[in-house]
C-alpha cells in the first residue's frame, strides 16, 4: 500500500464570468454567469514512503491544488486521495498532525514573537510531548544552524533565515510526510543551497516523504529522482527527470573557441546555434553522431583552442515539452 | 494540551506580541476608553434634559450601558480573529495555514488576537457601573452578582455570536463586512436603553432576533429588583441570558456550513 494514493483526481470551479466595465459589474450583481474551469482532471499517481516527487508545471496548471488537496484544506469534485490511510479533507486535523507543510510564500511564524516561542507554541498545538520536543527541536536547530537566532522576533529575519525557521517549525512534531510549496522562491544562491541540502538530509537520513513543487529547476536537478509534470490539470509525465529529457530533447551542446576565425561548417546532423567571431556553438543528436566522431572532425581541419560539451539547460527542456505539450500558462 | 489550556497559551502569546509596542497599546487602550466614554456623556445629556425616559431614571439606564459595555469589550477582546476573519484570513489565504493545524479552527480564531486597547472600553464601563451603583440601590449580594455574572456571560456568547455570523459570511463575499457593524455596535447602542422604550416591532427583534434584550434588559430587570413594565414573568428574567448561548450555538452551525463550503471552493 502506497503511502500517498491519488487516483483520478478531479477538481472543477466554477468562476463568475463579467463583462467589463461598470454596466458590466451592474449586470453581474443581477445575474450571474458561471463558466467551469477544470483545474485538475483525471490526475493518478501514487507515492511510497521515503520517496522524494517534484511536482512541476507552469502556473495555473494545478499544482497548488493539488498540495491543497492532499493537506486536507480543499476537497476534490471527484476521485480519491488516500495519505497514510487516511482522506485528508474527511478527517483534516488527525491528517495535518501527520504532515509537514512549507509554502515559501507564506509564514507560519508569529511575526512579532522570538523564533523559540513560536517553537512552543507549536509544539503545544501539535501536542507533542516536551521531552520528545526538545529533543526534535535541539535536532533541527543544529541541522539549520538556528541558534543565534531563536531570540529574534521572526520581523527581524532576513528571508533566508525564516525559511530555515520555517522548516524547523513544519518538522517539530516530526512527520513522516512533508510538502514544500516552492520553498526557494526569493532566495539567495547559498539560502538555496541550503535549503535543498536540508530537504535531501531529511529525506535520506530521516527517511521522510517529500512531496515537492516547484519553479526553481534547479531544485528539481538537486533534489528529485521523479518527477511530475502537470499541465492545465493534466498529468502530462511520471517519472525520472532523464528519461523526461530523453524524450524531449536528446540533443547535446558543442561549444568550440578557434585559435583564428570561425569557419563556416556545413555537417549533416549539426547545426549551427550561436557564433561569434572565433567560437561557435553546435547542436547535434549523439545517437547520431558520436560525440567523439564530431570532434575529430572539426580538429582535423581547424585550429582549435578550447572546446567542451554540454547539455541543453534544465529550464529549456521543460520549455520544450511544455510546448510539445502544448501546456504553457493557463 | 487540551483546547482550553492552549486557548490560555494563544491569549499569553498575543499579549506578549502586543508589549513590543508598549506605547502604542497604551495609547490605544486610553483612546479607546476616551472615545467610548463620550457614550456616556451622550446618555447623561439625554436624562438631563428630558428628567427621565420611559419611566426609568440615569443611574437606572447607566447599570444598562454599563453591563452591556462589559460584555461587548469583552467579546471583542475575545473574537478578534473572526471580526477581521474576511480581510485577514480569507483574502490573504492565511487561513489554510489554520486549516493545516491540527486544531479546531473556531479555537485558534479566537486565539488569534487579544486586544489589549478593549480594555479601555472595559474600563470605562466598569467605573460607569460603579457610579451607577452610586446612584441607585442595588443590594450587591450573591443572588445579583451571580445573575450579572451570568449576564455578561450571556451576553460576551451573543456578540461573539455575531462576529461569528459575520466571519462566516466572509466565506461567501470575501470580505469583512462593515455592514455587519450595524449589528454588533449598533447592538451596543440599542441594548444600553431600556427595551420599554421602543417600538413594539422592534422589542420583538430584540428579544426574539438578535435577542439583546435577554442578556441586558430582563437581567437587569432582576438585579434592580422590579418587575417588568412589558409583563414578563419574574422568574424569567434571570433565565433569559441563556438566550444567549443559543445564539453562539446557532453562528456556529451557520460557520460549519461555511467552512464545508470553504472547502469546496478553496476561496
Known amino acids: ?330 | 494540551m487540551n483546547a482550553l489550556a492552549l486557548y490560555g497559551r494563544y491569549v499569553a502569546t498575543s499579549l506578549r506580541a502586543q508589549a513590543q509596542y508598549p506605547t502604542a497599546t497604551l495609547m490605544l487602550t486610553a483612546g479607546h476608553c476616551a472615545a467610548t466614554a463620550i457614550e456616556i456623556l451622550c446618555v447623561f445629556a439625554l436624562f438631563h434634559r428630558f428628567g427621565s425616559v420611559g419611566g426609568w431614571t440615569f443611574g437606572e439606564a447607566a447599570v444598562f450601558y454599563a453591563l452591556v459595555n462589559i460584555m461587548f469589550s469583552l467579546a471583542d477582546m475575545l473574537s478578534r480573529g473572526f471580526e477581521v476573519f474576511g480581510t485577514d484570513f480569507v483574502r490573504t489565504g492565511a487561513f489554510d495555514r489554520v486549516l493545516l493545524r491540527p486544531r479546531a479552527a473556531a479555537l485558534q480564531l479566537a486565539g488569534y488576537e487579544v486586544r489589549l486597547s478593549r480594555l479601555g472600553r472595559l474600563l470605562q464601563a466598569a467605573v460607569v457601573l460603579v457610579f451607577a451603583t452610586s446612584l441607585v440601590p442595588i443590594a450587591w449580594d450573591a443572588s445579583t452578582i451571580a445573575i450579572a455574572v451570568w449576564a455578561v456571560a450571556g451576553g460576551v456568547a451573543l456578540f461573539m455570536g455575531i462576529l461569528v455570523l459575520q466571519a462566516t459570511l466572509a466565506f461567501w463575499t470575501v470580505d469583512s463586512l462593515e455592514i455587519m457593524n450595524v449589528l454588533t455596535y449598533g447592538g451596543v447602542q440599542a441594548a444600553q436603553y431600556p427595551l420599554n422604550i421602543y417600538a413594539a416591532w422592534f422589542r420583538q427583534v430584540l428579544t426574539f432576533g438578535l435577542p439583546l434584550a435577554c442578556v441586558a434588559y430582563y437581567p437587569v430587570l432582576a438585579i434592580l429588583k422590579r418587575p417588568d413594565p412589558l409583563g414578563a414573568p419574574d422568574w424569567l428574567l434571570p433565565l433569559a441570558p441563556i438566550a444567549g448561548f443559543a445564539f453562539l450555538a446557532l453562528s456556529f452551525v451557520a460557520w460549519r456550513a461555511g467552512m464545508a463550503r470553504y472547502t469546496s471552493t478553496g476561496s
Open chain 1, 1 to 330: 500500500m502506497p503511502q500517498i494514493l491519488v487516483e483520478a483526481l478531479a477538481k472543477t470551479y466554477r468562476v463568475a464570468e463579467r463583462a467589463p466595465g461598470l454596466t458590466g459589474a451592474l449586470r453581474g450583481l443581477v445575474h450571474r454567469r458561471w463558466r467551469p474551469v477544470h483545474a485538475l482532471a483525471n490526475v493518478s499517481f501514487s507515492l511510497e514512503a521515503g520517496e522524494l516527487l517534484a511536482f512541476i508545471g507552469p502556473n495555473g496548471a494545478g499544482k497548488s491544488t493539488t498540495v491543497k488537496i492532499l493537506s486536507g484544506i480543499l476537497r476534490p469534485t471527484s476521485g480519491r486521495v488516500e495519505v497514510g490511510g487516511l482522506v485528508p479533507y474527511e478527517d483534516r486535523v488527525r491528517h495535518v498532525a501527520r504532515i509537514g507543510v512549507v509554502f515559501g510564500q507564506r509564514s507560519q511564524l508569529w511575526w512579532d514573537l522570538p523564533v523559540i516561542d513560536g517553537f512552543d507554541l507549536l509544539a503545544d498545538i501539535y501536542r507533542v510531548e516536551p521531552q520528545r520536543y526538545r529533543r526534535r527541536r535541539d535536532e533541527l536547530v543544529t541541522m539549520l544552524r538556528l541558534e543565534p537566532l531563536l531570540d529574534q522576533p521572526v520581523r527581524q529575519l532576513s528571508l533566508g533565515q525564516r525559511m530555515r525557521a520555517e522548516f524547523a517549525a513544519a518538522l517539530l512534531h516530526d512527520p513522516a510526510i512533508l510538502f514544500l510549496d516552492e520553498p526557494t522562491i526569493g532566495l539567495d544562491a547559498p539560502s538555496k543551497l541550503a535549503v535543498r541540502d536540508f530537504v535531501r538530509r531529511l529525506n535520506r537520513e530521516q527517511g521522510v516523504t517529500v512531496l515537492l513543487t516547484t519553479h526553481d529547476m534547479h531544485d528539481v536537478e538537486a533534489l528529485a529522482e521523479r518527477v511530475i509534470v502537470i499541465g492545465q490539470g493534466r498529468l502530462l509525465t511520471d517519472g525520472p527527470f532523464d528519461s523526461l529529457r530523453a524524450s524531449v530533447l536528446a540533443e547535446r551542446r558543442l561549444h568550440i573557441d578557434f585559435a583564428g576565425a570561425a569557419p563556416v561548417l556545413e555537417m549533416p546532423g549539426v547545426t549551427v546555434r550561436a557564433r561569434t567571431e572565433r567560437s561557435l556553438e553546435l547542436a547535434f543528436d549523439p545517437t547520431k553522431i558520436p560525440t567523439p566522431k564530431l570532434i575529430a572532425a572539426i580538429t582535423a581541419k581547424h585550429a582549435v583552442d578550447d572546446i567542451h560539451v554540454d547539455e541543453p539547460a534544465i529550464e529549456e527542456v521543460i520549455a520544450r515539452f511544455y510546448d510539445l505539450h502544448d501546456a504553457g500558462e493557463a
